[in-house]
C-alpha cells in the first residue's frame, strides 16, 4: 500500500470513530431515563436482594433511579457546566488563531497576466532601414542591380536613393579618400535620417590604393559603410558585385558581424550560443584582468607587472566601457599574481616551431582552480568576467597555445565561455640569459609598448566573443562573389564599432524579455502547483513590476526605440529573477499542512480528548437533570 493511500485509510478510520463516540454521546443525551438492560427480570431482581439480607445488585429499578435524577424537582446547577463549556470554546477559539498564525503568506500572484503575456510573440524589433545613397548620373546597370538586390533583401528594409544632399562630385572626392576619412566624414555628418538607420554609400573609384581587385564592401566604425567600385570592371562583374553588396550590409547591420570569421576554431567559437551569459541580468559584468607570473625569477628579470591605471583601464577598456554602455555597465579592476602556474600538463617542445606548446585537449585543464583571482564582483552585484595575461616560467618559454587543427592561436589564447579567456605572453626574457638586474636598477619589468598593445587586442577580441561576435572585424573575402571583397574600419581603441553594438543591443534584448517570459511562467506554475508555497508581498510586487516592464519593452520595440526597449527589458529580467529565487521561497517552502498537522496532533489531540470528552459528560449530566426534574415537577403537580 502506497504512503498517501495509507495516510487517507488513517484518517477516515479516526474520522469514523469520532462520528460514532459522538452520536453515541448525543444519544445518551436524549435519553434521560434510565433503562433496565437488556434481557434483566426485574422478579429475579427483587428475589436476589431478599436471599441473605444485602444488597448484591447493581441495578436499580426505575423508581429509584428516577428519584436519584430528579433530586425531588430541583434544578441542577450551571457551574460546573459553565466550566466545562468555557474550556471548549476556549480551545476551540484557539484553533483558528493557531492556524492563522501558523498559515502561509500567499500575496496574489497575476497568473492570468503571465499567462497573457508569455503567450504573446517574442520581442521583436522592426527591420532596421538601410539608405543606399547612389549619385543621380550613376550609369542604369548599377542602379538596377543595387534596386535588384534591395528587392531581395529581407534582412533589413533597404531603400535606395540618389541623395539630394550628396553630389556625384562629392562622391568621387570621397573615394579617391582613405577609409579613415571617409568614416570620419560619415560619422560627423548629420543627416534628417532615423538615429538608427544605416546607410551604403557607393563610390566610384580610379585609384586602385583604396580598392582591391574588385569591388570592396567598407564597414565603419558608425552606422555607415560604403563599397568601392573598381573603375574599369565590366559592368555584369560590377552589377553582381553591387547586387550582393546590399543585402551583405544589411546583413552586417542586422547581425553584427559579417559571416563566418576565418580565424574562429573549434575551441574558441565566434558567436556565443547565449548572448545573455556574460553578464547579469540587469546588464552588469566586472571585467577583471589579471597578469599571472607563473614562475618568477628575480636574477634573471622574469617578474613583470605592469601600470593598470594609465596604461589599461584609461587607454584601452574606458573606450570600450563607454562604447558598451547601451548593452550595460562595465566595471573594470587588475590584480597581478605570482606563482600561478599552469594546472595542465606541462608543455612539449616543438623542433619545428622552436617553441613548447599547448595542445588545444589540455587547454580545458591549463587555468588552476587555486589561482587567487579575487574580484569585488560580490560588492558590486556584477558578473565577473576574468582576462588572464599568462606570462609562463622562464624555462617553458615562448610557448604557443595549439588550436584543434594543431595549427597556432593567432591571438596566443583561448576563451572560456561564461568565464573568460586566456592570454599567453611570451616576455623578452623567454629563452635567453635574462637581463642584469643591477644594471636595470629594479627587479621588476613592466608589460608595456607593442607588447601591451598585442595584448589588450587579443584581450578586447575575447571579449567580443563572450558577448556573441567576431574576434575581430572582418578583413578578407568572405562572400561566394567573385571580385567582392569586405574589409572593415579599425574601431581603435574602443574595439566595437556602433552597428555591431546594435545588434549586441538588439539581440540582448529579445534574449532578456523571453528569459524574463520563462521565469516568470516558470513561476506561476510552481505558485498553481503549491498552494502551501509562501508568496510575500516583495516577490508578488516584483512580478507585477516584470509585467510592466516587459509591456513596455514591447511598446518601444515596435516603436523603433532601441535603448528604451534594452532598458526595459534588462528591468523585466532582472525583476523577474529577483521574483524567482526569492529567498523566502525556498525557507517555507517545506511547511505544508500535513506538516502542521504531523507536528501538532501528537501534542494538543491527548488534551483535546479529555476536554471535550469531560464536556460531553457534563452536558449529559445537566441535561439528564432538567429532564428529570421537569418530569418530577409535572407528576407532583397531577398528584395534587
Same mark, same amino acid.
Given at each position: 500500500?502506497?504512503?498517501?493511500?495509507?495516510?487517507?485509510?488513517?484518517?477516515?478510520?479516526?474520522?469514523?470513530?469520532?462520528?460514532?463516540?459522538?452520536?453515541?454521546?448525543?444519544?445518551?443525551?436524549?435519553?434521560?431515563?434510565?433503562?433496565?438492560?437488556?434481557?434483566?427480570?426485574?422478579?429475579?431482581?427483587?428475589?436476589?436482594?431478599?436471599?441473605?439480607?444485602?444488597?448484591?445488585?447493581?441495578?436499580?429499578?426505575?423508581?429509584?433511579?428516577?428519584? @436519584?435524577?430528579?433530586?425531588?424537582?430541583?434544578? +441542577?446547577?450551571?457551574?460546573?457546566?459553565?466550566?466545562?463549556?468555557?474550556?471548549?470554546?476556549?480551545?476551540?477559539?484557539?484553533?483558528?488563531?493557531?492556524?492563522?498564525?501558523?498559515?502561509?503568506?500567499?500575496?496574489?500572484?497575476?497568473?492570468?497576466?503571465?499567462?497573457?503575456?508569455?503567450?504573446?510573440?517574442?520581442?521583436?524589433?522592426?527591420?532596421?532601414?538601410?539608405?543606399?545613397?547612389?549619385?543621380?548620373?550613376?550609369?542604369?546597370?548599377?542602379?538596377?542591380?543595387?534596386?535588384? !538586390?534591395?528587392?531581395?533583401?529581407?534582412?533589413?528594409?533597404?531603400?535606395?536613393?540618389?541623395?539630394? !544632399?550628396?553630389?556625384?562630385?562629392?562622391? @568621387?572626392?570621397?573615394?579617391?579618400?582613405?577609409?579613415?576619412?571617409?568614416?570620419?566624414?560619415?560619422?560627423? @555628418?548629420?543627416?534628417?535620417?532615423?538615429?538608427?538607420?544605416?546607410?551604403?554609400?557607393?563610390?566610384?573609384?580610379?585609384?586602385?590604393?583604396?580598392?582591391?581587385?574588385?569591388?570592396?564592401?567598407?564597414?565603419?566604425? !558608425?552606422?555607415?559603410?560604403?563599397?568601392?567600385?573598381?573603375? !574599369?570592371?565590366?559592368?555584369?562583374?560590377?552589377?553582381?558585385?553591387?547586387?550582393?553588396?546590399?543585402?551583405?550590409?544589411?546583413?552586417?547591420?542586422?547581425?553584427?558581424?559579417?559571416?563566418?570569421?576565418?580565424?574562429?576554431?573549434?575551441?574558441?567559437?565566434?558567436?556565443?550560443?547565449?548572448?545573455?551569459?556574460?553578464?547579469?541580468?540587469?546588464?552588469?559584468?566586472?571585467?577583471?584582468?589579471?597578469?599571472?607570473?607563473?614562475?618568477?625569477?628575480?636574477?634573471?628579470?622574469?617578474?613583470?607587472?605592469?601600470?593598470?591605471?594609465?596604461?589599461?583601464?584609461?587607454?584601452?577598456?574606458?573606450?570600450?566601457?563607454?562604447?558598451?554602455?547601451?548593452?550595460?555597465?562595465?566595471?573594470?579592476?587588475?590584480?597581478?599574481?605570482?606563482?600561478?602556474?599552469?594546472?595542465?600538463?606541462?608543455?612539449?617542445?616543438?623542433?619545428?616551431?622552436?617553441?613548447?606548446?599547448?595542445?588545444?585537449?589540455?587547454?580545458?585543464?591549463?587555468?588552476?582552480?587555486?589561482?587567487?583571482?579575487?574580484?569585488?564582483?560580490?560588492?558590486?552585484?556584477?558578473?565577473?568576467?576574468?582576462?588572464?595575461?599568462?606570462?609562463?616560467?622562464?624555462?617553458?618559454?615562448?610557448?604557443?597555445?595549439?588550436?584543434?587543427?594543431?595549427?597556432?592561436? +593567432?591571438?596566443?589564447?583561448? =576563451?572560456?565561455?561564461?568565464?573568460?579567456?586566456?592570454?599567453?605572453?611570451?616576455?623578452?626574457?623567454?629563452?635567453?640569459?635574462?637581463?642584469?638586474?643591477?644594471?636595470?636598477?629594479?627587479?621588476?619589468?613592466?608589460?608595456?609598448?607593442?607588447?601591451?598593445?598585442?595584448?589588450?587586442?587579443?584581450? =578586447?577580441?575575447?571579449?567580443?566573443?563572450?558577448?556573441?561576435?567576431?574576434?575581430?572585424?572582418?578583413?578578407?573575402?568572405?562572400?561566394?562573389?567573385?571580385?567582392?571583397?569586405?574589409?572593415?574600419?579599425?574601431?581603435?581603441?574602443?574595439?566595437?564599432?556602433?552597428?555591431?553594438?546594435?545588434?549586441?543591443?538588439?539581440?540582448?534584448?529579445?534574449?532578456?524579455?523571453?528569459?524574463?517570459?520563462?521565469?516568470?511562467?516558470?513561476?506561476?506554475?510552481?505558485?498553481?502547483?503549491? +498552494?502551501?508555497?509562501?508568496?510575500?508581498?516583495?516577490?508578488?510586487?516584483?512580478?507585477?513590476?516584470?509585467?510592466?516592464?516587459?509591456?513596455?519593452?514591447?511598446?518601444?520595440?515596435?516603436?523603433?526605440?532601441?535603448?528604451?526597449?534594452?532598458?526595459?527589458? @534588462?528591468?523585466?529580467?532582472?525583476?523577474?529573477?529577483?521574483?524567482?529565487?526569492?529567498?523566502?521561497?525556498?525557507?517555507?517552502?517545506?511547511?505544508?499542512?500535513?506538516?502542521?498537522?504531523?507536528?501538532?496532533?501528537?501534542?494538543?489531540?491527548?488534551?483535546?480528548?479529555?476536554?471535550?470528552?469531560?464536556?460531553?459528560?457534563?452536558?449529559?449530566?445537566?441535561?439528564?437533570?432538567?429532564?428529570?426534574?421537569?418530569?418530577?415537577?409535572?407528576?407532583?403537580?397531577?398528584?395534587?
Amino acid at each position: 500500500m502506497a504512503m498517501d493511500d495509507m495516510e487517507r485509510f488513517a484518517t477516515t478510520a479516526l474520522l469514523l470513530l469520532v462520528i460514532v463516540r459522538l452520536v453515541k454521546e448525543i444519544k445518551g443525551v436524549l435519553e434521560p431515563l434510565p433503562r433496565w438492560p437488556a434481557g434483566a427480570d426485574p422478579a429475579s431482581i427483587v428475589a436476589r436482594k431478599g436471599k441473605d439480607g444485602s444488597d448484591s445488585t447493581d441495578w436499580l429499578t426505575p423508581e429509584e433511579e428516577f428519584e @436519584r435524577w430528579a433530586k425531588g424537582g430541583a434544578r +441542577p446547577g450551571r457551574k460546573r457546566l459553565l466550566v466545562s463549556v468555557s474550556q471548549a470554546v476556549l480551545a476551540l477559539l484557539a484553533v483558528p488563531v493557531w492556524w492563522r498564525t501558523t498559515a502561509i503568506v500567499r500575496a496574489p500572484v497575476p497568473v492570468r497576466a503571465i499567462a497573457t503575456e508569455t503567450a504573446t510573440p517574442p520581442l521583436a524589433f522592426a527591420a532596421p532601414v538601410v539608405h543606399v545613397t547612389l549619385p543621380r548620373d550613376e550609369s542604369p546597370s548599377l542602379v538596377s542591380a543595387v534596386l535588384k !538586390g534591395a528587392a531581395r533583401c529581407t534582412a533589413a528594409d533597404v531603400r535606395v536613393t540618389a541623395h539630394p !544632399g550628396i553630389h556625384a562630385d562629392w562622391l @568621387r572626392e570621397l573615394a579617391g579618400s582613405s577609409d579613415l576619412d571617409v568614416d570620419q566624414w560619415a560619422n560627423s @555628418r548629420g543627416d534628417d535620417e532615423d538615429e538608427y538607420d544605416y546607410r551604403l554609400m557607393f563610390l566610384p573609384s580610379e585609384d586602385d590604393e583604396y580598392v582591391g581587385p574588385g569591388t570592396t564592401l567598407v564597414m565603419g566604425t !558608425g552606422r555607415a559603410a560604403w563599397a568601392r567600385l573598381r573603375a !574599369g570592371a565590366d559592368d555584369a562583374t560590377t552589377a553582381a558585385a553591387a547586387d550582393a553588396s546590399v543585402c551583405l550590409a544589411a546583413e552586417c547591420f542586422v547581425l553584427g558581424r559579417c559571416g563566418p570569421d576565418p580565424d574562429a576554431s573549434h575551441s574558441n567559437p565566434v558567436v556565443s550560443t547565449d548572448p545573455l551569459s556574460p553578464l547579469t541580468p540587469d546588464g552588469r559584468a566586472l571585467l577583471s584582468f589579471t597578469l599571472a607570473n607563473a614562475s618568477p625569477d628575480r636574477e634573471r628579470g622574469h617578474v613583470y607587472s605592469w601600470r593598470f591605471g594609465p596604461d589599461i583601464e584609461h587607454r584601452f577598456l574606458a573606450h570600450a566601457s563607454f562604447a558598451l554602455k547601451r548593452l550595460g555597465r562595465f566595471d573594470v579592476e587588475g590584480q597581478v599574481l605570482y606563482h600561478a602556474k599552469s594546472a595542465g600538463e606541462r608543455p612539449r617542445w616543438d623542433e619545428a616551431r622552436n617553441a613548447f606548446v599547448t595542445p588545444a585537449r589540455e587547454l580545458p585543464f591549463f587555468v588552476d582552480s587555486e589561482w587567487s583571482l579575487d574580484t569585488s564582483a560580490g560588492e558590486l552585484g556584477a558578473k565577473p568576467l576574468h582576462f588572464v595575461v599568462y606570462a609562463p616560467p622562464a624555462d617553458e618559454c615562448p610557448l604557443l597555445v595549439l588550436r584543434e587543427d594543431d595549427t597556432p592561436s +593567432p591571438a596566443n589564447g583561448f =576563451v572560456v565561455p561564461g568565464w573568460g579567456g586566456v592570454v599567453v605572453w611570451n616576455p623578452p626574457t623567454c629563452g635567453g640569459e635574462g637581463r642584469n638586474v643591477s644594471d636595470a636598477g629594479r627587479d621588476t619589468s613592466y608589460l608595456a609598448g607593442t607588447d601591451l598593445e598585442r595584448v589588450m587586442e587579443a584581450a =578586447v577580441g575575447q571579449l567580443r566573443q563572450l558577448l556573441g561576435l567576431s574576434p575581430s572585424p572582418p578583413r578578407a573575402d568572405i562572400t561566394d562573389v567573385e571580385q567582392l571583397a569586405v574589409r572593415s574600419v579599425p574601431a581603435s581603441p574602443a574595439g566595437f564599432a556602433t552597428w555591431e553594438v546594435d545588434a549586441l543591443v538588439r539581440r540582448r534584448a529579445a534574449a532578456g524579455h523571453r528569459a524574463a517570459m520563462d521565469s516568470l511562467d516558470s513561476l506561476a506554475a510552481v505558485v498553481k502547483a503549491m +498552494p502551501e508555497m509562501d508568496v510575500p508581498k516583495a516577490l508578488a510586487e516584483a512580478v507585477g513590476e516584470s509585467l510592466v516592464e516587459s509591456k513596455r519593452a514591447r511598446e518601444a520595440a515596435e516603436g523603433g526605440m532601441l535603448e528604451d526597449a534594452a532598458h526595459h527589458a @534588462r528591468n523585466a529580467h532582472a525583476k523577474a529573477e529577483s521574483a524567482f529565487f526569492h529567498p523566502q521561497i525556498i525557507s517555507l517552502l517545506y511547511f505544508p499542512a500535513e506538516y502542521k498537522l504531523a507536528v501538532y496532533i501528537p501534542l494538543f489531540l491527548p488534551t483535546l480528548f479529555p476536554l471535550f470528552t469531560g464536556l460531553m459528560w457534563d452536558v449529559k449530566f445537566y441535561v439528564r437533570r432538567m429532564r428529570c426534574a421537569a418530569e418530577h415537577r409535572r407528576r407532583a403537580g397531577k398528584a395534587d
